[in-house]
Every structure is written in C-alpha cells, then in structure tokens.
C-alpha cells in the first residue's frame, strides 16, 4: 500500500498522476504527529478533466445533502464545474450518475484528502454541521487549510449555519446584531464554526459570508410529505412543535440567496435566510392537511389530524422562541423571495406532484 504524507504547499494543479511519489515532506498535526494518507486516496479525489479545471466557475460543496445537493444541480445547469462531499456510499453513486465528482467524506481522512485540490476551486460552499465534541471537522485543520488556500484560486466561500445560534428572546424580532446566545452544544459549536470560517475568510482575503438557516423545507421535505407518508414525529420536532413561532426557509429561496451572494460578494457578512412569515408549526400543517385532503379527497378520511413540522437545519435541538428578520438579506443582496410565507411554499410543493406517494392503508 503506498502511502502520502501531506504537505503544507501543494502544486497549483491538482495531482494528475497515475502515480504519486513517496512521502518526501513531514506535516504535523496539532499533537505533532505526521500526517498520512493513502496516494490512491489522493487520485481519487481528482476526477475533473483539465478542461473542467479551466473553467472560470468551479464549485466545491462540502456536504451534498438537502440543500447542498438542489444547489449543486441549480448551479450545474448554469455551466458551473461542481464537486462535493457526502457520507453515504449510495448517495455517492446517485450523485456521480448526476454528473458530479463526489468523494465520501470521513471527518478525518477525508479533510486531509481534499485540501491538496481546493485551492484550485473557485467557490467552496461548506454544508457540514459540527460534530460533538470536536466541531468542524475542516477547521480542526485550520492552519494546514488556510497555508492551502492562500495562494489558490478561491474568490467566494459560504458557511450554513443556523437560526439557532440565537438561542432565546422570549419572542421578540432578532437580526444579525442581536447577541448570540446559542442554548445548546449544537449551537455553540455552530457559532464557533461561523467565526472560524469568516476569519479563514479575512486571512486569506475573499468574500466569506455565513447563512443563518431557518428551518429548511422543500419538495420531499415538508409537512405536505409529512403527512401522506404519514412519517413519526421526530424527537427533536416533539419538542418543537408547541412554538409559537418558527423560522423556516424554502430551498428554492437558500439557493436564490447563495447565488445572489456570489453575484454581490461582501467582505465578512453575516445573514439571516428566513422568510417572512415565522407562523407556528401547528398552523403550516393544517394547512398541508387542507392542500392534501382537496388535491386527493379522501386519502385521508381514516387518518387523524396530528402535528407536524418542517425538517430542521439544527437537528434534535431548540431553537427557542424568537422571531427572524430577514432585512439585511433583502437589503444587500437584493433578494425577493419566491415563498415569503408557507403557504406559496407548499403550494408549491405539491403543484409538483402528480400523485401521492404509496402509503400504507
């Protein structure tokens, strides 16, 4: 097995090798360990012809899930070059059969892996929520990535984060200035994840910009989907559930927001992606139970109404009661949301579908 030691400059060019030599340079790790990682592992990573290489749009989306993934597709279609993580061997098939360069991510080989060709990307998009007790699993390399990137081709670099960052506020209106006060370690690592990455930003000098995500919905993710699937309630959505308020965000809108930022890149901003209307949970699912019951009478004549909510960017944790202004998104990006409440946004949702899906009687 021939093994690679990473070192803290890599050629401009992304390894394009059938074979990649001996270790020739020790790199440390914060314990003073080298790093190693297997050369296959390296080739691997790099599936983009020259060509791709050469566009003027290349995007490197760490963590293709939900919003990563809708993201990907909508940017794909307009000519970019877009690589990306995900942890799941099948979704990585479905995601190559799609037409995107995917590499299964490990919170430790895989960090290492991709960082020798990220500075050849132009845009990097980073979708990966931390992970108890160690947090972001790309900045515990911090000073290996920023040496990386220094003298790349990154212009632009995006962070998801979330609303729950705000922790409590008793209801009241929060942007951007409030204080952040996050209430659970999820939150917490979080807002340290926010701060790595918009320093990362400063030091090398591009845009950073960190989205502050409310709780994310769309086709195959909402009450609508909830319902006719008839799925359980999460534990996390048990204890969200009696709210009087929610921020949510339709994907179609974080995707609009995330290109508008690209378009009118700022230096280290910080922005909320909500839409206008933070209803309670229990009100946007009665209204998908109506959407349901007059698209398709009767699919749900024996069934009973129950609560549901939309799926959360900050799983099995609270977001606390606070309502969301979505101003300075507005303002400085110029955006104008597709579905400013829920109700266009289930609308929407199950205009596309043709049918229900296959449930249990």
Request: aromatic content about 8%.
């Amino acid at each position: 097995m021939e093994i690679c030691q990473l070192s803290g400059g890599f050629a401009t060019l992304p390894f394009q090798s059938t074979h990649v030599p001996s270790p020739t340079t020790n790199v440390s790790s914060k314990d003073g360990t080298p790093t190693f990682i297997r050369c296959s592992t390296i080739r691997a990573a790099v599936n983009l012809s020259h060509s791709e290489w050469q566009s003027p749009n290349r995007m490197l989306i760490l963590g293709m899930g939900f919003v990563g993934r809708i993201f990907a597709e909508k940017i794909k279609n307009q000519g970019w070059v877009v690589s990306g993580t995900c942890t799941n061997v099948m979704k990585k098939k479905e995601l190559e059969l799609s037409g995107f360069d995917v590499h299964l991510f490990n919170a430790n080989e895989t960090a290492l892996m991709i960082l020798p060709t990220s500075k050849n990307y132009t845009h990097l998009l980073v979708s990966i929520p931390p992970l108890g007790g160690t947090g972001d699993p790309m900045l515990k390399h911090g000073e290996l990535l920023r040496s990386t990137l220094v003298n790349g081709h990154l212009q632009w670099l995006g962070y998801l984060s979330s609303t729950g960052v705000y922790g409590h506020s008793g209801g009241a209106w929060v942007d951007e200035d409030y204080p952040a006060n996050p209430t659970t370690e999820l939150g917490r690592l979080r807002l340290s994840a926010e701060k790595g990455w918009l320093n990362l930003g400063r030091d090398l000098g591009i845009s950073a910009q960190v989205f502050r995500l409310g709780g994310i919905y769309g086709p195959g993710r909402s009450s609508v989907d909830t319902i006719i699937k008839q799925l359980p309630l999460s534990e996390g959505q048990k204890m969200r559930r009696s709210r009087q308020y929610t921020s949510r965000i339709h994907v179609d809108d974080i995707c609009q927001v995330l290109s508008a930022s690209i378009d009118k890149p700022s230096a280290w901003n910080v922005y909320n992606v909500v839409d206008d209307d933070p209803a309670p949970r229990e009100e946007a699912f009665a209204y998908a139970w109506d959407l349901v019951e007059k698209k398709w009478p009767g699919l749900l004549k024996h069934r009973k109404p129950r609560e549901s909510t939309e799926s959360s960017n900050e799983k099995g944790s609270s977001r606390g009661e606070k309502r969301v202004s979505n101003a300075r998104m507005k303002k400085e990006l110029g955006v104008r949301l597709w579905h400013p409440s829920y109700k266009s946004g289930l609308q929407s949702i199950i205009n596309q579908m043709d049918k229900p899906y296959q449930c249990s009687p």
